[in-house]
């Protein structure tokens, strides 16, 4: 497994304090011979459920030198988890979290939403400085 994201824990507890009960930290996927924990290189999944309601959270920090190489990556990672959790956990809603300050300038680019809404793509806005979540984006 690879290393916790940079704000693992400040999503991990904004999601505390909104009630949620963190079921796996990480959330193992194994699928078609392929094994995987949504987890590449500083990035990290995490499962909770909250009244009968359970996801699967994919976390980003888009803190290298380059969003849009960043975006490319998150989004392959996020459809290819939201295959494996369709086989797996076909109960689990997969979200992608990304950090309040990135949401605000490089998600709201026209080209950034389009990708956005074409893949269904479940946002989780967290504040890193804060430890909440700030924004459940659901298209």
């Not at 939403?113 to 890193?128: A, G, L």
Request: proline share 4%; net charge negative.
């Amino acid at each position: 497994m690879a290393a916790k994201d940079i704000f693992h824990e400040a999503v991990r507890k904004g999601l505390e304090k909104e009630g949620w009960v963190i079921t796996n930290d990480p959330l193992k996927l194994q699928v078609g011979g392929v094994e995987m924990y949504v987890d590449l290189g500083a990035e990290k999944i995490i499962a909770a459920e909250k009244d009968g309601e359970k996801i699967a959270v994919e976390i980003k920090s888009f803190i290298g030198p380059s969003n849009i190489s960043e975006f490319h990556t998150a989004i392959g990672q996020f459809i290819n988890y939201r295959v494996a959790l369709e086989e797996q956990y076909p109960d689990r809603t997969l979200y992608l979290a990304v950090p309040l300050g990135t949401y605000q300038t490089f998600f709201s680019l026209q080209f950034i939403q389009t990708v956005i809404q074409r893949f269904e793509v479940k946002v989780i806005v967290y504040d890193p400085a804060n430890e909440v979540i700030w924004q459940w984006q659901t298209n």
